[in-house]
């Protein structure tokens, strides 16, 4: 028998094999729900959900609504999860779906996978899990094993409410809205389109992304990206773990960015305090020079650089452990300490600027 015949035979068995497997466990219908709930914006407000997709919008009334979309694996348990009022761990009054965390040890939230391809990845070895507290009991939500349970919630919000939004696995997604306003994931991506006021944003696995902020915003990630676009206020924050952060066309009195691990990059800022550090990366800052009057930025292992503008005038002063610095200004000035060059001044000095470096260059110029 040649190879090409074994082969054929072997796959011919096998699809017989593979037919059975994924007959073994047959498709049950999903059960939903629809939940439904609300809780005065008078003062400082939560909501909490366990998993699934939450999307936040501004609503028309004085009240923050809850509508939920319950996914379950069968009636029994459809029937155990309620929206209730609460009080969280601060003591603040918050609307939270209410899971049956006692008699499911394990709660089986999909993400975008159907109900096929999470027993096809059961199948070939793919899951993913997380152990986290929610309303103050341990839980472990998988994206294959353990029951169907997890909801899909609506939040209206009314104008300028104070209010936290906590999805604890799953996306979180919020736009056009006005307020004092944190968003939390412990393992999701956060998405923020128009948002005003003040804002914070933060998972633990995911990425952060804002677009169109004003007034003041801090997002961070233990591992992801962080990117802002279109941000104008006072201060702007941005830190990772892991992960890069990118700041476009922004303007902002202060801006401070931070990273472990991974690059730090500012494309078309306006700002008059720029802070940014990373572990193991770059930083890269392209800002309008006539607004700058500080800044500090640091890299274990990395270049530095400033790109600021053809009118710029600066006194720039660097520290670093293997590198050199570069000036692409030909009218800048040399400072120097022990017949090396440290440093370059040029024009009135009006932004100080502070750089060190572990391994790596600093490098000053006009930019586009």
Same mark, same amino acid.
């Given at each position: 028998?040649?190879?090409?015949?074994? /082969?054929?035979?072997?796959? =011919?068995?096998?699809?017989?094999?593979?037919?059975?497997?994924?007959?073994?466990?047959?498709?049950?219908?999903?059960?939903?729900?629809?939940?439904?709930?609300?809780?005065?914006?008078?003062?400082?407000?939560?909501?909490?959900?366990?998993?699934?997709?939450?999307?936040?919008? !501004?609503?028309? *009334? +004085?009240?923050?609504?809850?509508?939920?979309?319950?996914?379950?694996?069968?009636?029994?348990?459809?029937?155990?999860?309620?929206?209730? !009022?609460?009080?969280?761990?601060?003591?603040?009054?918050?609307?939270?779906?209410?899971?049956?965390? @006692?008699? $499911? &040890?394990?709660?089986? $939230?999909?993400?975008?996978?159907?109900?096929?391809? +999470?027993?096809?990845?059961?199948?070939?070895?793919?899951?993913?899990? %997380?152990?986290?507290? $929610?309303?103050?009991?341990?839980?472990?939500?998988?994206?294959?094993?353990?029951?169907?349970?997890?909801?899909?919630?609506?939040? !209206?919000?009314?104008?300028? =409410?104070?209010?936290?939004?906590?999805?604890?696995?799953?996306?979180?997604?919020? @736009?056009?809205?006005?307020? +004092?306003?944190?968003?939390?994931?412990?393992? &999701? #991506?956060?998405?923020?389109? +128009?948002? !005003?006021?003040?804002?914070?944003?933060?998972?633990?696995?995911?990425?952060? @992304?804002?677009?169109?902020?004003?007034? =003041?915003?801090? *997002?961070?990630?233990?591992?992801?990206?962080?990117?802002?676009?279109?941000?104008?206020?006072?201060?702007? @924050?941005?830190?990772?773990?892991? *992960?890069?952060?990118?700041?476009?066309?922004?303007? =902002?009195?202060?801006?401070?960015?931070?990273? &472990?691990?991974?690059?730090?990059?500012?494309?078309?800022?306006?700002?008059?305090?720029?802070?940014?550090?990373?572990?193991?990366?770059?930083?890269?800052?392209?800002?309008?020079? #006539?607004?700058?009057?500080?800044?500090?930025? %640091?890299? *274990?292992?990395?270049?530095?650089?400033?790109?600021?503008?053809?009118?710029?005038? /600066?006194?720039?002063?660097?520290?670093?452990?293997?590198?050199?610095?570069? %000036?692409?200004?030909?009218?800048?000035?040399?400072?120097?300490?022990?017949?090396?060059?440290?440093? $370059?001044?040029?024009?009135?000095?009006? %932004?100080?600027?502070?750089?060190?470096?572990?391994?790596?260059?600093?490098?000053?110029?006009?930019?586009?």
């Amino acid at each position: 028998m040649n190879r090409t015949t074994a /082969f054929r035979r072997s796959f =011919a068995l096998s699809l017989p094999v593979l037919a059975l497997l994924l007959t073994v466990e047959p498709a049950h219908a999903e059960v939903t729900r629809s939940l439904h709930q609300e809780i005065s914006a008078s003062g400082p407000v939560a909501v909490e959900n366990l998993a699934g997709a939450m999307h936040v919008t !501004q609503g028309s *009334g +004085s009240s923050i609504v809850v509508n939920a979309t319950l996914h379950a694996e069968n009636d029994e348990a459809a029937g155990l999860v309620r929206i209730e !009022q609460v009080k969280n761990k601060e003591g603040v009054p918050t609307l939270r779906v209410i899971y049956p965390t @006692e008699k $499911y &040890g394990t709660l089986r $939230y999909p993400g975008d996978h159907k109900e096929d391809q +999470s027993f096809l990845s059961r199948l070939f070895g793919g899951n993913s899990s %997380s152990r986290l507290d $929610y309303g103050g009991k341990r839980v472990r939500v998988s994206t294959n094993d353990g029951t169907l349970l997890y909801a899909d919630v609506e939040v !209206q919000v009314p104008r300028g =409410a104070d209010v936290r939004i906590e999805n604890s696995v799953g996306p979180l997604r919020a @736009e056009s809205l006005e307020g +004092s306003l944190k968003f939390e994931t412990a393992s &999701g #991506n956060v998405t923020l389109t +128009s948002v !005003q006021g003040t804002t914070s944003a933060s998972t633990g696995s995911g990425n952060v @992304e804002a677009t169109r902020l004003s007034g =003041a915003f801090d *997002g961070s990630t233990g591992s992801g990206n962080v990117t802002v676009s279109e941000f104008n206020g006072d201060s702007l @924050e941005a830190s990772t773990g892991s *992960g890069n952060v990118r700041l476009n066309d922004m303007k =902002a009195r202060r801006v401070k960015a931070e990273t &472990g691990s991974g690059n730090i990059k500012v494309v078309g800022g306006e700002v008059e305090d720029f802070n940014g550090g990373t572990g193991s990366g770059n930083v890269e800052l392209e800002a309008d020079g #006539n607004m700058l009057q500080k800044v500090n930025a %640091s890299t *274990g292992s990395g270049n530095v650089t400033l790109r600021l503008g053809s009118g710029a005038s /600066f006194e720039a002063h660097t520290e670093t452990g293997s590198g050199r610095i570069v %000036s692409r200004y030909n009218d800048a000035e040399p400072i120097m300490e022990d017949r090396e060059i440290v440093g $370059y001044r040029r024009g009135s000095q009006k %932004s100080r600027i502070s750089v060190s470096t572990g391994s790596g260059n600093v490098v000053l110029e006009p930019g586009a």
